[in-house]
Nanobody, 116 residues
Framework: QVQLVESGGGLVQPGGSLTLSCAGS????????MGWYRQAPGKQREFVAG???????NYADFVKGRFTISRDNARNTVYLQMNSLKPEDTAMYYC??????????WGQGTQVTVSS
């Protein structure tokens, strides 16, 4: 069974930086694509960034140039470096992992709050 555990969220001032981490455990087949989604209060969960085992990256338009996703395939761990944070980046951030068949696994979420 795949399990994902996020860490690294917190409170940061506008313009600041945070790095989120997500450590995965379980069969390696569960980690074909790893990524991040977020959900703000009253809004739907939205895609933030994804990175395949082979190195293909995708970003939502609203984070391009500010966020960087990376992963350690040997450790089934994915990171999200977030720079130039804005108040509208405030949300619960969820780690996601997909199998080749497209089955989704989710972490429990880590809160990011951007406020002065």
């Amino acid at each position: 069974q795949v399990q994902l555990v996020e860490s690294g969220g917190g409170l940061v001032q506008p313009g600041g930086s945070l790095t989120l981490s997500c450590a995965g455990s379980g069969p390696s087949a569960g980690f074909n694509v790893m990524g991040w989604y977020r959900q703000a209060p009253g809004k739907q969960r939205e895609f933030v960034a994804g990175l395949s085992r082979g190195g293909n990256r995708n970003y939502a338009d609203f984070v391009k140039g500010r966020f960087t996703i990376s992963r350690d395939n040997a450790r089934n761990t994915v990171y999200l470096q977030m720079n130039s944070l804005k108040p509208e980046d405030t949300a619960m951030y969820y780690c996601n992992s997909k199998t080749r068949a497209g089955y989704d696994y989710w972490g429990q979420g880590t809160q990011v709050t951007v406020s002065s």
